[in-house]
T-cell receptor, first 114, second 117 residues
Framework: AQKVTQAQTEISVVEKEDVTLDCVYE???????LFWYKQPPSGELVFLIRRNSFDEQNEISGRYSWNFQKSTSSFNFTITASQVVDSAVYFC???????????FGSGTQLTVLP | DTEVTQTPKHLVMGMTNKKSLKCEQHMGHRAMYWYKQKAKKPPELMFV???????INESVPSRFSPECPNSSLLNLHLHALQPEDSALYLC????????????????FGDGTRLSIL
């Protein structure tokens, strides 16, 4: 069975603070893919990043960065200098061979206060 | 703007009504999905179409009936819904079916907010 855990249900920060969203996953497969999605109040899930299990390089895209560590089964997401527009629910998700569908974490509600 | 278009954005219907949700994408994706999302919860997969054939039905009640007329369109026909069916219904598409270790990201529409009276 596979599982994604986002232990932080809600996080609130003040604008310009850095914030890290945690994601821990479980799978018995050696090949798998991890995703992050952002869901603003409008409802659409916006695809942010995909990472495969063989690539542990960290990735940076503007104010966003991702830290993938197989040793701890974690794929954490950091927003630097947060902005009010970053307020949304963020979902981590896993795709691996033993499951026919994408497995989502429970999501983290991020609120950035002005 | 999202590349997956869903209509209508909002729908209010009585329990005896029949209505349909529509989803359209023109990205050449061959897999399309319906999800149901309740407030403060992650999306729950309902159906998957792969190459216009139903690939996954997650034991969804028969009052929800999916249809994939062609590779760009996906419908969800609704009949005799219950109040607990009120939710955000999301459509998504991907180049190929995600899951089973596939790496294709799914692209989502804005969703239809459905309220059952």
């Amino acid at each position: 069975a596979q599982k994604v855990t986002q232990a932080q249900t809600e996080i609130s920060v003040v604008e310009k603070e850095d914030v890290t969203l945690d994601c821990v996953y479980e799978t018995r497969d050696t090949t798998y893919y991890l995703f992050w999605y952002k869901q603003p109040p409008s409802g659409e899930l916006v695809f942010l990043i995909r990472r495969n299990s063989f690539d542990e390089q960290n990735e940076i895209s503007g104010r966003y960065s991702w830290n993938f560590q197989k040793s701890t089964s974690s794929f954490n997401f950091t927003i630097t200098a947060s902005q009010v527009v970053d307020s949304a629910v963020y979902f981590c998700a896993l795709s691996s061979g033993s499951a026919r569908q994408l497995t989502f974490g429970s999501g983290t509600q991020l609120t950035v206060l002005p | 703007d999202t590349e997956v278009t869903q209509t209508p954005k909002h729908l209010v219907m009585g329990m005896t009504n029949k209505k349909s949700l529509k989803c359209e994408q023109h990205m050449g994706h061959r897999a399309m999905y319906w999800y149901k999302q309740k407030a403060k919860k992650p999306p729950e997969l309902m159906f998957v179409y792969s190459y216009e054939k139903l690939s996954i039905n997650e034991s969804v009640p028969s009052r929800f009936s999916p249809e994939c007329p062609n590779s760009s369109l996906l419908n969800l026909h609704l009949h005799a819904l219950q109040p607990e069916d009120s939710a955000l219904y999301l459509c998504a598409s991907s180049l190929k079916e995600t899951g089973g270790g596939a790496n294709q990201p799914q692209h989502f529409g804005d969703g239809t907010r459905l309220s059952i009276l």
